[in-house]
């Protein structure tokens, strides 16, 4: 089969399209006809039925125009009328959506000769500070057409247009439709589309209100094949929603003993995600067959003895961006050995990865200068378009940022001097925390010198002079600061300090800050001072090991457990454990030590006189333990809360914990890849219970294998509660917490963001799951990849499970299974949160892989649904082995 076409470009036409439309729900599109005036208007395009409204309430700026009469009655009327920006680098649409949601992004650009001056346009197309594309159309009247799936990273979106030469910048429609959240996952970065193709003679393309999602389809035919089709409705109910006039109509080979087979080509440093679309459309008589394998550059094997299933779309995709030395893509679909019918096709879709490098600037700080450019009606100032600080080359007048390593940009200084501000010093500037430099002069401000200066603790220096309506009173709170030298104030000429009668000249207020180390090591002098007075004042018992002030000032801080029950003495726990007789295992909390109490064997964990969170960790994990209660959580049998002695008393896990078992230190047994799914699925279900089942619902924050603990029988139970934190409040998703955890397990975005969510717990449980495949360590600096999920993801790119799974099984597991959960656990440790299953979904798919190792222990692998939308045989790495 000839090449699929590299880019959505085309003409679109008008005339004869559709034969009938009908209303679907439009209420989430964005539907932007751009220079449409006046900007009330709105109109509803015949050939598809979208409403298209005018995009002024989206833009500040821009000229309107119109193409010339000769090109609209080729072209559907959303692109008769277009916006051009002239003036400025950078021009932005902005909208106001939902962090971590999903949309379709599709820009229209229609030259069409609306200036006259028959010279057609190159500029570029940003989504936020990242570049999207550049646009470059073939001729005046064509038009092209770019498509992308871009997951929300904040609550607002700006699409950008940015000139990049002499010609000026141009849109004709700009249009956003949500997508399912579990479809369309990456790794990372954003999905260009290459194409969408269908194979029917008829029509030229599918959109609304064929396609719900208002996807771009186009018609593909070639010499090298047929399209077949049915009048029958086929069942498209799978996430991906593929339209009937896509899942009715299916490619198969002209010549039906040779491969289909798709090409492509990309630059050679991009990546591929590719989704195709199956149905069986043909009544198949008796005794025929259609199966076949799917391989991909040059004979890789990715999908194995595939049927489509009758009337039913199933949706294949790879799970790992693709990608080839010289930029050129193929795909073969051949008949096995079984099958007596060709292969088909119904509907294929093909993206580049695109990888978003700029980080958005911290979006309380993007909503806060937002609002500022509001308040004091700044939309005139050209280059506050897009985000405030990146990329740095775009970074808006006024302002400078900084840019941490790996967290989203910051201000740190706004010039607002001469911009004719006029009422009062707005609120939204105390929410630019990272402040250190603020000039509002030269302006018509008025009213009271706000106190909220005070507290924003980096600011250096604010500069009011020349606001000749402007109290000039200092307020108490800033007048301290300025006192203490850490802040500087410029108000005027000369300065009325709210103390103080006399006027000051302004060299004289310009604080320095110098006095600000002398009082730092005088507050340094007084805590040491403060430590010792408190040693001397509570020394400890004879009995007791002495505990450090860290340890006591911690706890000040944290009232005692309240509730009595369970309450062991520290002379008891000297008797349970036979004066700390036999050492279990050592952790940051402290050492841990057997035990028996009342005719069973117990763990006693014994806190640490060295951790500076001691206290704050025992009395959480004691809190949680006490009001939680499962079959795969360690039960706790008691506690010691006796003075200086602190002791959790857990039942006792007699084979140790997972990782020792891994490593064959329990025994040097190999454990059994049924008793690895059975572990797995069991600790699963215990993070299940805290996430689902506690009210008010928990997360872990230190899943790892040192922390699920087996049973003789090599039941799990997860441990260590010592960091739970509890959430939501209110309805929100989230918590704000100090980043706590184990390195190699840490959820990136949890560290990158401090924002806590259950999908933390995910990403972690992810990891534990490559290491129960593997058997390899988390982190080795050793590998080419260091960290397992990428190690994991780079050797998948061989195409054989084998190289990953632990050499230790000697090949007893059942490779479906071992595919199945390979693509869970990286489908957990997915960069983005919300591309994360839920644990209830880690639940069932590793209930499945049980079922299947069941199954292949009493001979019947091949006892598996082959149709089912959550699981098919695969046997390729790139590739999910879940048919959707």
């Known amino acids: 089969m000839k090449s699929i076409h590299g880019v959505l470009l085309l003409l679109i036409t008008a005339k004869g399209i559709f034969e009938s439309v009908q209303a679907q729900d439009q209420s989430e599109f964005i539907s932007l006809a751009c220079g449409l005036v006046p900007k009330s208007t709105t109109y509803t395009e015949k050939t598809t039925n979208i409403t298209y409204q005018s995009d002024a309430n989206y833009i500040d700026g821009g000229l309107v125009g119109r193409i010339s009469d000769e090109y609209t009655t080729l072209l559907q009327k959303q692109t008769w009328t277009l916006r051009s920006f002239p003036k400025g680098k950078r021009n932005c649409y902005n909208f106001n959506l939902t962090a971590k949601s999903q949309y379709l992004i599709r820009g229209t650009f229609v030259y069409g000769n609306y200036d006259e001056l028959k010279q057609i346009p190159e500029f570029d197309l940003h989504i936020g500070p990242n570049k999207w594309t550049s646009i470059k159309l073939d001729g005046i009247g064509n038009g092209t057409i770019h498509e992308m799936i871009h997951v929300l990273t904040q609550d607002r979106l700006q699409v950008c247009l940015v000139k990049t030469g002499e010609t000026t910048p141009f849109i004709s429609s700009l249009e956003l439709r949500p997508l399912n959240n579990n479809t369309y996952l990456t790794q990372n970065g954003s999905l260009i589309a290459v194409s969408r193709a269908f194979f029917s003679p008829n029509p030229v ?29 086929v069942d498209t109910g ?145 280059s506050w378009q897009g985000d405030p600080c990146a990329p740095q080359s775009y970074r808006w007048e006024g302002l400078n940022c900084s840019y941490p390593d790996s967290e989203p940009p910051r201000i740190i200084s706004l010039n607002l001097a001469e911009n004719k501000l006029t009422g009062s010093i707005t609120p939204e500037i105390s929410k630019l925390t990272q402040l250190i430099e603020l000039d509002l002069s030269k302006n018509d401000l008025s009213g009271e010198i706000p106190a909220f200066f005070a507290d924003m603790k980096l600011l250096k220096l604010i500069n009011l002079s020349g606001n000749q309506g402007l109290n000039t009173t200092i307020p108490d709170s800033l007048q301290q600061r300025i006192n203490a030298k850490s802040l500087t104030v410029i108000v005027s000429q000369t300065v009325t300090l709210k103390d103080n009668s006399k006027k000051v000249p302004m060299v004289a207020i310009i604080a320095s800050v110098v006095g600000v180390f002398a009082l730092l090591v005088i507050l340094a002098i007084f805590i040491v001072l403060r430590r010792k007075h408190g040693k001397s004042a509570n020394a400890p018992r004879p009995t007791s090991v002495p505990i450090s002030m860290v340890h006591n000032e911690a706890r000040s801080f944290n009232p005692a457990i309240i509730t009595k029950e369970r309450r062991i003495t520290y002379p008891e726990v000297l008797k349970m454990t036979n004066n700390f007789e036999r050492v279990l295992g050592k952790g940051g909390f402290g050492t841990v030590y057997h035990g028996n109490l009342d005719d069973a064997q117990v763990a006693a964990k014994m806190l640490s006189h060295s951790s500076a969170q001691g206290y704050k960790e025992f009395k959480a994990e004691v809190e949680l333990l006490l009001r939680v209660h499962h079959r795969h959580l360690v039960g706790l049998v008691g506690y010691c809360d006796d003075g200086d002695n602190l002791a959790l008393i857990y039942e006792y896990m007699e084979d140790g914990d997972l990782r020792e078992n891994m490593l064959g230190k329990r025994g040097g047994h190999v454990l059994t890849w049924g008793k690895r799914m059975q572990i797995a699925v069991e600790a699963a279900q215990g993070l299940e219970y805290l996430h689902n089942g506690c009210r008010p619902p928990m997360v872990h924050r230190d899943v790892k294998t040192t922390n699920i603990l087996l049973s003789e029988q090599s039941g799990a139970k997860l441990a260590d509660f010592g960091l739970s934190r509890s959430f939501p409040i209110d309805g929100e998703c989230h918590v704000s917490t100090v980043v706590a955890g184990t390195p190699g397990y840490l959820d990136p975005e949890y560290y990158r963001t401090n924002w806590l969510s259950e999908k933390s717990d995910v990403y ?47 090949g007893e597991y059942d490779t479906n299974g071992a595919w199945k959960i390979v693509e869970l656990a990286l489908g957990c440790v997915n960069p983005s949160s919300n591309r994360r299953p839920t644990m ?20 019947s692998e091949d006892m598996y649904t082959r149709g089912s939308v959550e699981f098919s045989h695969t046997s390729a790495s790139e590739f999910s082995p879940g048919a959707r």
């Open 205 to 233: 393309f599918i959109r609304y209100d064929e396609d719900l999602h208002d996807r771009t389809w186009i018609r593909h035919l070639d010499n090298e094949s047929v399209p077949i089709s049915t009048d029958l409705l």
């Open 238 to 382: 799978n996430p991906y929603d593929v339209p009937q006039a896509v899942a009715k109509t299916a490619s198969v080979p002209r010549n039906a003993s040779q491969p289909l087979t798709f090409d492509w080509t990309l630059d050679n440093t991009s990546q591929s995600y590719v989704y195709m679309h199956f149905a069986e459309i043909q009544t198949l008589k008796d005794g025929e067959i259609r199966e076949f394998n799917i391989t991909y550059n040059g004979g890789k094997n990715m999908y194995s003895y595939f049927r489509p299933e009758k009337l039913e779309i199933k949706t294949v995709y790879n799970i790992i961006a693709l990608s080839s030395p010289d930029g050129n893509f193929s795909f073969s679909f051949t008949m096995t050995g079984n099958s007596t019918l060709p292969p088909l096709i119904n509907g294929l879709e093909i993206y580049k990865v695109l990888h978003l490098l700029e980080l958005e600037t911290d979006q309380d700080e993007v909503f806060a200068m937002v609002n500022i450019k509001t308040t004091y009606d700044l939309s005139k100032k050209v």
């Open 764 to 810: 972690s449980f992810g990891v534990v799951l490559l290491e129960i495949v593997t058997n390899q360590p988390v982190i080795d600096k050793t590998r080419e990849r260091p960290h397992i999920s990428e190690w994991v993801g780079f050797m998948l790119t061989k195409g054989d499970i084998k190289s990953i799974v632990d050499p230790k099984l000697m």
């Open 840 to 859: 209830a979904h880690v639940v069932m798919e590793l209930n499945e892989c049980v079922a299947l190792e069941n199954a292949r222990r009493q001979g």
